[in-house]
């Protein structure tokens, strides 16, 4: 395993619309533990993989309760709506109020090749929501209501 740099704003990679992946194979899970690595390394609770330089619909996410893997991840239900702080490893020190719908259900491979669903809410729906933009080639720093500096 290994910790991969992260690409920052500005990066054409950033803007990509990311591929579909055709099958999970032995390259591609040693990209998700990678991508765990890196996340866990930065302290971060979500890592799209455009954001290590590569175009393809893979995220890893831990909001607290253990790691998620997603494959091709695809939102199939949203309700609700919620106002908050994000911020993203790919714009180091920039914080913006994001709004973001309150639950999601998303439909995902998982590193078995096995299809899953999930269904999330409040911190966990807002980190699967900025993670699929991600995949759209969108940013938080995008769509945020307001931006803000970290305060130091
Ligand atoms: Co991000």
Redesign the pocket.
């Given at each position: 395993m290994a910790s991969l740099e992260i690409k920052k704003a500005g990066n054409p990679v950033l803007k990509e619309i990311c591929k579909p992946v055709d099958r999970v194979d032995s390259k591609l899970r040693k990209l998700l533990d990678d991508m765990a690595d890196t996340l866990y390394d930065a302290n971060?609770v979500?890592?799209?993989a455009p954001?290590v330089g590569i175009p393809i619909r893979v995220v890893v996410i831990d909001v607290g309760d253990g790691l998620i893997e997603m494959v091709n991840p695809v939102i199939r239900y949203k309700e609700g709506e919620q106002l908050g702080a994000?911020?993203?490893?790919?714009?180091p020190g920039i914080f913006g109020d994001v709004k973001r719908a309150e639950v999601v259900k998303v439909e995902f491979t998982d590193r078995k090749n096995k299809r899953k669903v999930l269904t999330g809410s409040g911190l966990l729906a807002r980190c699967i929501q900025?993670?699929l933009?991600?995949l759209e080639g969108r940013?938080?720093i995008d769509i945020a209501e307001s931006l803000r500096r970290e305060e130091d």
């Open positions: 971060g979500g890592l799209a954001q994000e911020g993203c490893l790919s714009v900025h993670e933009d991600h940013l938080f």
